[in-house]
């Protein structure tokens, strides 16, 4: 059974930085290396909405362009890690963070019943 666990969330001031990680277990290194992986967030109220993705080998990405600029996505296959690193952070970026996996080796989806396994969630809050 695939589990994905983010971590890295926390309270910060607008302008600041972070990095959300989501660590993938009950997978091998060489199936993780094979999926195409997306950062979704859900801010209070609101529906879910994408993030950003990255393909199998890392080499396309795809960002929604409220973070176009500021976020950038990358894993670490040999990890079974996928990262998020958030900069200049505004306080509308405050939302729940989930990362989601689905074992694919073509483009990566920005829809969400794109992806089968999801994490927990780790909250970002980013104060005005």
């Known amino acids: 059974q695939v589990q994905l666990v983010e971590s890295g969330g926390g309270l910060v001031q607008a302008g600041d930085s972070l990095r959300l990680s989501c660590a993938a277990s009950?997978?091998?290194?060489?199936?993780?290396?094979?999926?195409?992986l997306g950062w979704f967030r859900q801010a209070p109220g609101k529906e879910r909405e994408f993030v950003a993705a990255?393909?199998?080998?890392?080499?396309?990405?795809y960002y929604a362009d409220s973070v176009k600029g500021r976020f950038t996505i990358s894993r670490d296959n040999a990890k079974n890690t996928v990262f998020l690193q958030m900069n200049t952070l505004k306080p509308e970026d405050t939302a729940v963070y989930y990362c989601?996996?689905?074992?694919?080796?073509?483009?990566?989806?920005?829809?969400?019943?794109?992806?089968?396994?999801w994490g927990q969630g780790t909250q970002v809050t980013v104060s005005s």
């Open positions: 989601a996996a689905r074992g694919f080796l073509g483009v990566p989806s920005e829809t969400e019943n794109f992806y089968r396994y």
């Open positions: 009950g997978v091998s290194g060489n199936i993780f290396s094979r999926t195409s």
């Open positions: 990255i393909g199998w080998s890392g080499g396309t990405t």
